[in-house]
């Protein structure tokens, strides 16, 4: 019987990448907030206030809701992240 280990969990294969390259990974994630924050209130105060575009927020959170389900999954069946050439 084979055992489904999540990514970044001690058994998976991934998670020495993970420990190894942590302070890279914080940096980036910090990188990332820095640029997706002030991105986000500008566009409650703005665009998404109104009736026209006030759909921005639920659309943007399933799009993360799905991306983040997928790619558990696929990592669950083993399939790569790799892009085709």
Not at 52 to 79: D, K
């Amino acid at each position: 019987m084979s055992q489904n280990v999540l990514p970044g969990a001690p058994g998976h294969p991934g998670a020495a990448f993970w420990a190894a390259n942590r302070i890279a990974l914080i940096a980036l994630a910090i990188g990332l907030v820095a640029l997706y924050v002030p991105t986000i209130v500008d566009f409650m105060r703005g665009p998404w206030r109104g009736d026209r575009n006030s759909h921005g927020p639920i659309v943007l959170a399933l799009s993360a809701w799905y991306f983040y389900f997928q790619t558990r999954r696929m990592a669950r069946q083993g399939q790569s992240f790799r892009p085709r050439p």
